[in-house]
């Protein structure tokens, strides 16, 4: 996900269309119409630190300002933060906040509701998902404690006033000022602390929107934040977050005007989408990438030699191409790097990149020469897991399974799970016994975000998105150098080698880039989507009464 700043080249990927909005440009909006949009049931409470996937990111961004915002187009800003200095070798951050900026609850954020908050999700005993983002920050190590108390603050944050706080560093983050764009990095009220769960439920924020009601497995209702202090100020009276457990009913919603905006295209209409009167379609290149996960504790899967040549084998015998021109009707390209093409420091130049090219002939050579490692026994089957309520993921599975299966003579099969949210919470508990689909949109624009989250680590077991729990030292070691990096340019070639390393591992294994595909009623106006694959909610307006 995840999902927020998760912040160049432009890759061509297929057709790039809208439909005719031409009968509703004329009409007059209304400012106060409530605009309705896709979404899944979140996996857990709406707390920032805890929210790492789709389902509670969308609703959770729009109610939360951080000490900096993204624009569209992938532009941090400051929104919150009036300043954001560094000391020469980053290793130390003054930031000034903004006056006059409240919580829904008319109480100020103040510096020490970002340190309190940032505590919080960094310390171990409150088991917050996005702790890792935290890792950097002098005293990180300390509220890893086993025994830590619960209210126990990082060593390295001081508050110097109401509207000045110092961050120091353990090591040198060049990233940072970008990083804290995202939701994990959000202010928390004091009435949080009081009682997080209850908070989860009802949450307390400072941005755009306020939060009104959430009615499990059906909505989310927001409504627009009259003292929001930012950049971003909605266009309409509010958003209502409805939870779908099929794309393919949403965009019917969508063509029936009973539905405004949505992302990801369901496979059922990628050929037609872009030409559909109904709708107004958008499909850009974008900054998601897809890619199959195996955990490292899998037998015969493991970070050994014989892990890691199953793992090259079974890269070697998909093809991407294939599942890109003819499963997904040219919304998505091959991956041939661990980030986006429209991310700065993007580059296809990496070790071992050949490992991610279809070539069964090799893929065969490679688990013939694991085989003699360790044999699979003879009825191994290896399963795709995926959240069927995505249409397209059945078809992509399927087809990597049968691929599997003929070039390599393994046993494959797609393991469809009912909902998002059972199929996540199925990964935060490692009960997946096979491979999985790994989705990963950018917290921020950077290709440091594609790496450290997922790859650290820092950030397996259960302390951010490392979901399968691969560790290499190495690894870790140059994503700490690209921190020390005093330029861009060493950065991204640091960048690049803890790709190559990743490309010899395949703890993940790239699969596509997506496009920002999304579509909108013909009732709505102003519609497009972000450089994350948002609709841009608080642009959006509607003709409807």
Not at 343 to 350: C, S, W
Not at 400 to 407: D, E, F, G, P, S
Not at 415 to 439: C, D, L, S
């Amino acid at each position: 996900m995840s999902a927020a700043v998760i912040l160049g080249v432009v890759l061509s990927l297929g057709a790039c269309g809208s439909s005719s909005s031409g009968q509703q440009s004329s009409a007059q909006t209304d400012s106060d119409a409530i605009i309705t949009a896709f979404n899944t049931e979140p996996q857990n409470s709406l707390i920032p630190g805890d929210t790492i996937e789709r389902g509670g990111g969308r609703p959770g961004s729009m109610m939360f300002s951080k000490l900096v915002g993204v624009t569209p187009d992938g532009k941090s800003v400051n929104e919150v933060a009036d300043s954001i200095t560094s000391n020469a070798d980053r290793t130390q951050y003054t930031i000034k906040i903004k006056s006059g900026w409240k919580f829904t609850d008319g109480t100020e954020v103040t510096a020490s509701t970002f340190t309190k908050a940032w505590s919080y999700t960094a310390n171990l005993a409150n088991a917050q998902k996005n702790a890792s983002f935290f890792s950097m920050i002098k005293g990180y190590d300390a509220l890893q404690d086993p025994h830590v108390a619960p209210d126990a603050q990082l060593e390295g944050l001081k508050v110097v006033d109401d509207h000045t706080f110092i961050v120091d560093l353990s090591q040198a983050d060049s990233v940072f000022p970008v990083k804290v764009g995202y939701d994990a990095f959000s202010p928390l009220p004091e009435v949080f602390y009081k009682d997080p769960k209850a908070f989860g439920e009802h949450p307390i924020g400072n941005g755009p929107y306020k939060f009104k009601s959430w009615e499990h497995n059906k909505s989310i209702q927001l409504v627009k934040n009259p003292d929001y202090k930012g950049q971003f100020k909605p266009r309409n009276g509010g958003i209502t977050f409805r939870m779908y457990t099929s794309s393919d009913a949403a965009y019917a919603d969508i063509q029936a005007g009973n539905l405004d905006v949505m992302e990801n295209v369901p496979a059922s209409a990628s050929k037609t989408f872009t030409s559909d009167s109904n709708v107004q379609a958008f499909n850009k290149p974008g900054s998601s990438i897809a890619a199959v996960s195996i955990p490292s504790q899998l037998d015969h899967f493991k970070e050994d030699k014989e892990g890691i040549l199953r793992r090259q084998a079974i890269s070697m015998s998909i093809d991407r191409e294939a599942i890109c021109k003819k499963v997904l009707n040219g919304t998505a390209s091959p991956a041939a790097a661990y980030s986006a093409p429209t991310i700065p420091g993007y580059t296809t130049d990496l070790e071992n990149a050949d490992n991610i090219k279809y070539n069964p002939k090799k893929a065969k050579e490679l688990w013939e020469e694991a085989n003699k490692i360790a044999p699979m026994p003879a009825d191994a089957k290896l399963t795709f897991s995926y959240n069927a309520d995505e249409s397209s993921f059945k078809s992509v599975y399927k087809a990597i399974a049968n691929m599997v299966q003929t070039n390599l003579g393994l046993k494959a099969e797609d393991v469809p799970v009912p909902t998002f949210q059972e199929y996540r919470e199925n990964i935060t508990a490692r009960k997946m016994t096979g491979a999985f689909h790994a989705g990963w949109t950018p917290d921020y624009p950077s290709v440091e975000n594609y790496l450290k989250p997922i790859y650290a680590s820092d950030a397996a077991d259960g302390k951010g998105a490392n979901d399968t729990d691969y560790k290499n030292p190495e690894f870790d070691e140059v994503i700490k150098q690209s921190a020390r990096a005093s330029t861009d340019s060493e950065a991204n070639k640091l960048y690049a080698k803890a790709q190559g390393i990743l490309l010899r591992d395949l703890p993940g294994i790239p699969l596509y880039y997506l496009n920002r595909t999304g579509v909108a009623s013909q009732q709505t106006k102003d519609f497009t989507m972000s450089w994350q694959n948002y609709p841009v909610y608080w642009m959006a307006s509607s003709t409807k009464k």
